[in-house]
């Protein structure tokens, strides 16, 4: 929880709604707002949401310090630090990002691996019962499996790791911005996350390994952070650099572009997409550690590949680590070609933005059904197995047989599990194109309609049944309880409706049907995730074509813009219902027309310490606030050079944490007086002050210990980040965002004698527009 919480805001109500019912009320709109004109009512409390849905519960959640807490104990170890032990935390922090890159890159191949074998042998045991003729058997078999694979991986998220349900990249990005989501790096949810993707994909269900492996990336770099599960942490010295929010943050960041790189290969679009997508802070430092882990994790992948080229992964074979090769069709642009580019975008942002719009509806539907207990959740994963399993299998009998051409380069027709020529219910020549898109993995379900000079091999109606099917899976998928990813599903959906604009088009453009898909997938992903600059490359390293970047730039740009006419993208909208705080990085315009001094106004007035404070006033402000800082004011500081005494020093802020560890220490003084500095170092050590799982209601303090005094000088950040009461709100969003603040304080505008040194503070809760408007 941060400052205050005495209004609790329902997390899943729109921003736009609340803006415009508190417009309807004051009759005017907030961009117009005259500056001497406040938006907020002094008679109104600035509310806050300390409350978010992570994994199956609503939970408290808090802000991380990212920032440096330069108090006494920080700068005497700061200046104590010899050389070797810079080096040791320097090559410590590159060994980290190795680690996870070789981790990530090893699990992402054993995910691979059992996928693809469970999988196929499934798929070999469904042609078995075929050729036999067997079809209702073959549909018993193709179900139960399938219903048994969703079974083990909703038990498992369900009873053990909620929050390994989902994608994890929202929570991610939240965690990035500097909320604390708990629960959401253990190693429960790593090995949930893992089994349970495995069960998921090899069921069939629409969605992808890719959401999850960013995921599993993050996880993997926490627990190296921090030395392991919370409960069996590695208590070595080095490690203990890395016992804080920032470090964490960092390693963080190399385990989600990790992530990424391990599912689609792509080590320069893993970079980009935490740089774009998931990270709210960067440096050029950070940026050459998170390319340093991509690599790794595509040498790794790579070796894994030259032995399964050998036959040494059983069902493997050249697929599986995923990679949609069209680098043999031959790009040529012509002055008509940039028509039917410039419909795709235009029709990826709007399938984009509606799928969004669908999406947001139905997740609103699936939490109240969940909200219902366990059993619903399992029922609802099964339920949608079930249909997903029926619908696979029965729908390819609904194409016709086609014959197979003698000009085909691939055996025709095919009867293992990859390859675009499926005989499935067919007779000898001939082949189904509906079964070589359905009943296959899904991985193979791409690399098949990514497929290039493959004009005649795919029919019309079998590409409309192909794009309605995934377009209703791909709603109703997302948001049961096992692990998914998004990336899969968008690409299957927008390769779908890629190829049938490719028919629909004809002879009126030279472009390869294989090509129209990856590029409709492009922009419905833009449209959906609006992403431009990752996207790009990682399809670039996915089709291994670098002649396709004009025309994939041209596509991502036109669907982003379109999509963004609608609605925010998909990862805000989770973000949204989840409740997390999540801070933009564009400030909406009418918080110019407000001052952080209007805000600090409708908030409770702030509570300050004294730098040498009473015990039972310490207890007696931790047990009625749910503050997580607090001011340090002296009261008749002499003035260094003057001769008139009796100032007021504002000496920083000190968080909650650190007076409940120097409570629970018993750092009590007698009489009230100022400490030395080899007092506080011989009581605590910085690596002490990093830890904040202590509550004060853990603390026992005797009757006696209430009269005497803790000196919180050594304690205190000296150095906490202020602004002028003056100052625009869209000002302090900006610096609160990108220096990564948890708090700021606010000082006043008029120095002088009576005047508080100290206006308010702000925290995240208190900048975010849809807080500031109800």
Known sequence: MEEDSNHLANPESPHSLEAETYEEEEGRDPESNSLRQPLLKRNRTLSSTPLALVGAKVSHIESLDYEINENDLFKHDWRRRSKVQVLQYIFLKWSLAFLVGLLTGL??????????????????????FIEEGRYISGLIFFTGIN?????????????????????????????????????MFGATTLLVKIVGSIGAVSAGLDLGKEGPLVHIGSCI???????????????????????NDRDRRDIITCGSSSGVCAAFRAPVGGVLFALEEVATWWRSALLWRTFFSTAVVVVVLRA???????????????????MF?????????????????????????????????????????????????????????????????????????????????????????????????????????YYNDLATLLLTTNDDAVRNIFSTNTTNEFHVTSILIFF?????????????????????????????????LSMAMGSYTNLDEGLFAVLGAASLMAGSMRMTVSLCVIFLELTNNLLLLPITMIVLLIAKTVGDCFNPSIYEIILELKGLPFLDANPEPWMRNLTVGELADV??????????????????????????????????????????????????????????????????????????????????????????????????????????YVDLHPLTNTTPFTVVESLSVAKALVLFRQVGLRHLLIVPKYQGAGVAPVVGILTRQDLRAYNILS
Not at 304 to 322: A, D, M, Q, R, V
Not at 358 to 366: A, E, G, M, Q, W
Not at 397 to 415: I, K, V
């Open 304 to 322: 894994f590949i030259e032995i399964c080229n050998s036959g040494k992964c059983g069902l493997f074979g050249t697929g599986g680590l995923i």
């Open 107 to 128: 699990i992402a191949t054993l995910i691979n691996l059992a996928i693809e074998n469970i999988a196929g042998y499934k798929l070999l045991a469904i042609v078995g």
């Open 221 to 243: 770099a926490s627990l190296l952070a921090q030395g392991g599960p919370d409960n069996y942490r590695i208590k070595w010295r080095w490690l203990r650099y890395f016992n």
């Open 468 to 500: 309605a099917l995934y377009c209703i899976l791909g709603v109703i998928t997302f948001g049961i309880a096992v692990p998914s990813g998004l990336f899969l599903p968008i690409i299957l959906m927008g390769s779908g409706y890629g190829r049938l």
């Open 603 to 708: 908030k409770p007035p702030v509570v300050t310490l004294c730098g040498v404070e009473k015990v039972s006033r310490i207890v007696d402000v931790l047990r009625n606030t749910t503050h997580n800082a607090f001011p340090i004011v002296d009261q008749g500081v002499p003035v260094p050079g003057m001769v008139a005494t009796g100032a007021t020093e504002l000496h920083g802020l000190i968080l909650r944490a650190h007076l409940v560890q120097a409570l629970k220490k018993k750092w009590f003084l007698p009489e009230k007086r100022r400490t030395e500095e080899w007092e506080v170092r011989e009581k605590f050590n910085w690596v002490e002050l990093a830890e904040r799982e202590l509550k004060i209601e853990q603390v026992a303090v005797t009757r006696d210990e209430m009269e005497m």
């Open 325 to 429: 090769d069209v680098s043999d069709v031959k790009v040529s642009y012509q002055a008509m070609d940039v028509i039917p580019i410039i419909i795709i975008g235009i029709i990826g942002g709007l399938l984009g933005s509606l799928y969004n719009h669908v999406l947001h509806k139905v997740l609103r539907v699936y939490n109240l059904i969940n909200h219902k207990g366990k059993m619903h959740k399992l029922l609802l994963a099964l339920g949608v197995s079930l249909f997903t399993s029926v619908c696979q299998y029965c729908l390819p009998f609904l194409a016709q047989c086609r014959a197979c051409d003698p000009s085909f380069p691939e055996t025709c027709p095919t009867n293992d599990r990859s390859g675009n020529f499926k005989q499935f219910n067919c007779p000898d020549g």
């Open 147 to 183: 219903f048994f694979l969703t079974l083990i991986a909703a038990v498992l998220c369900v009873c053990f790791a909620p929050t390994a349900a989902g994608p994890g990249i929202p929570e991610i990005k939240a965690y990035l911005n500097g909320v604390d989501t708990p629960n």
